[in-house]
């Protein structure tokens, strides 16, 4: 076969990973912070930099976040990233079926669940599932028997569109 072009000839981009600063700001598009929250009064909440600058929990996303030293081609994020991406705070309040907005929306009763799934991956990332996918996400909301099981299972589905290396 044909060797792939070298990087260090700039022939290719190599996919990148968000920066810290970028993911906790993606979080915050797919759910965004209440004022009562974080105590902001409203001029702040409409000033994008003061919110920036007064959030602590975006400072401390992005303090644990910072990834190890090395290439800046290649991937470092590690375990320790990972785990906190998988079980902190931010990726929890933001999966919340109560907080979440796109949750809310997406539980409207007149949408399908194959619709539903649709939704999460536009909104999480940009592009519509493989028929495979919408399969088996439709098919693990479609498991729950109650609606409280219905919103835990989109919930489960955000979380885990969330912590995939595409949405990264």
Known sequence: GEKPPEPALFAVMLPKPLTPEQLYDSFMRLAPPTEAAYGWNGAAANNMAAMLDEDP??????????????????????????????????TARVTATQESRLLGAID?????????VDALFLATLSRLPSPEERTL????????????????????SFWALLNSTEFA
Do not use: H, K, W
Not at 60 to 75: A, D, I, K, L, N
Not at 108 to 116: G, K
Not at 137 to 156: C, K, M, N, V, Y
């Open 108 to 116: 409207a009763p007149f949408l399908s669940d194959a619709e539903r």
């Open 57 to 90: 929990s975006r400072v401390e996303f992005v303090r644990r976040m910072r990834p190890p030293p090395g290439e800046p081609t290649e991937y470092r994020a590690g375990t320790l990233q990972a785990l906190m991406l998988m079980n902190g705070q931010t």
């Open 137 to 156: 996400f439709a098919e693990a909301i479609a498991e729950g028997s109650t609606p409280g099981e219905r919103r835990q299972a989109l919930s489960d």
